[in-house]
Nanobody, 120 residues
Framework: VQLQASGGGLVQPGGSLRLSCAAS????????MAWYRRAPGKQRELVAS???????NYANSVKGRFTISADNAKNTVYLHMNSLKPEDTAVYYC???????????????WGQGTLITVSS
């Protein structure tokens, strides 16, 4: 399974960006798709996730500003980011977990990371 992320870049504070991440190389369903980020000097953190049968989940720091969505037909997850702040500057990673098979949890995969810089 390969994850191809796109959409990062430089944006001014208050601006918007959309990240996308397409999963290819699998015919199995996807259980969980998410975006994580790692800011300079900080640990990786969950930004938002969308889980089959469970809905969406957001970090408190992005609630009301970011929206995660998925196109299941395209195996693609999006992160719509509005009102960006300098503290949103980080490398953003997409994450996918495939559906389980019986009692065995699905494999997990990570994208290559895309840098978002929020600066004037």
């Amino acid at each position: 399974v390969q994850l191809q992320a796109s959409g990062g870049g430089l944006v001014q504070p208050g601006g918007s960006l959309r990240l996308s991440c397409a999963a290819s190389g699998t015919s199995r369903g996807i259980f969980d798709m998410a975006w994580y980020r790692r800011a300079p000097g900080k640990q990786r953190e969950l930004v938002a996730s969308i889980t089959d049968g469970y809905g969406t989940n957001y970090a408190n720091s992005v609630k009301g500003r970011f929206t995660i969505s998925a196109d299941n037909a395209k195996n693609t997850v999006y992160l719509h980011m509005n009102s960006l702040k300098p503290e949103d500057t980080a490398v953003y990673y997409c994450y996918v977990q495939l559906s389980s098979v019986g009692d065995v949890a699905g494999d997990e995969y990570w994208g290559q990371g895309t840098l978002i810089t929020v600066s004037s």
